[in-house]
T-cell receptor
Framework: KAGVTQTPRYLIKTRGQQVTLSCSPISGHRSVSWYQQTPGQGLQFLFEYFSETQRNKGNFPGRFSGRQFSNSRSEMNVSTLELGDSALYLC??????????????FGPGTRLTVT | QKEVEQNSGPLSVPEGAIASLNCTYSDRGSQSFFWYRQYSGKSPELIMSIYSNGDKEDGRFTAQLNKASQYVSLLIRDSQPSDSATYLCAVKGDDKIIFGKGTRLHILP
């Protein structure tokens, strides 16, 4: 079974621009979560989508947004990029079980550099 | 503010010894607990999940959970140089999963 895929893998943008990142979850997984990882802050939760609906949201400004499509693929968008947005953006997919277990499997990430 | 705390390390362990990684969490209502391994430049990889008090073993890995003490640990037996990585503890309560900042483990050949 194919794993989580993310595109693009690397991205360089300038301040003020916007960016869209894409994530395709493991086949059959309907939950997709996004994280930002930086050396200083570690893994920070951005948002989670399930069946095209945002279930949870982290403490990030409104410049960060996302959506999920009917095929469970997800995109996240960052508008008006700032230098501090430089980070590894990780997507994780999950197969929710009846017990609510939430084992997440990560994609390779998108390395975003803002100059 | 729900928190997950880990010692950042580095934790240096001789090859063949037992590595012990610890994690504490603040949300007493947490129900699911995970350990991820992350090699430098790579994404996190799920290695263990545990949901009830006690020990759970998988190969050389043992996860231990004590909900009363709000403590979860990971033991790695017969440590190998390939175990050198950052280990992330993750905890899920009612909503999102919260990750600790990780412990860097270095296995000394």
């Amino acid at each position: 079974k194919a794993g989580v895929t993310q595109t693009p893998r690397y991205l360089i943008k300038t301040r003020g621009q916007q960016v869209t990142l894409s994530c395709s979850p493991i086949s059959g997984h309907r939950s997709v979560s996004w994280y930002q990882q930086t050396p200083g802050q570690g893994l920070q939760f951005l948002f989670e989508y399930f069946s095209e609906t945002q279930r949870n949201k982290g403490n990030f400004p409104g410049r960060f947004s996302g959506r999920q499509f009917s095929n469970s693929r997800s995109e996240m968008n960052v508008s008006t990029l700032e230098l501090g947005d430089s980070a590894l953006y990780l997507c994780a997919s999950s197969l929710l079980t009846s017990g609510g277990a939430h084992e997440q499997y990560f994609g390779p990430g998108t390395r975003l550099t803002v100059t | 503010q729900k928190e997950v705390e880990q010692n950042s390390g580095p934790l240096s362990v001789p090859e063949g010894a037992i590595a012990s990684l610890n994690c504490t969490y603040s949300d007493r209502g947490s129900q699911s607990f995970f350990w991820y391994r992350q090699y430098s430049g790579k994404s996190p990889e799920l290695i263990m999940s545990i949901y009830s008090n006690g020990d759970k073993e998988d190969g050389r890995f043992t996860a231990q959970l004590n909900k009363a003490s709000q403590y979860v640990s990971l033991l790695i037996r017969d440590s190998q140089p390939s175990d050198s990585a950052t280990y992330l503890c993750a905890v899920k309560g009612d909503d999102k999963i919260i990750f600790g900042k990780g412990t860097r483990l270095h296995i000394l050949p």
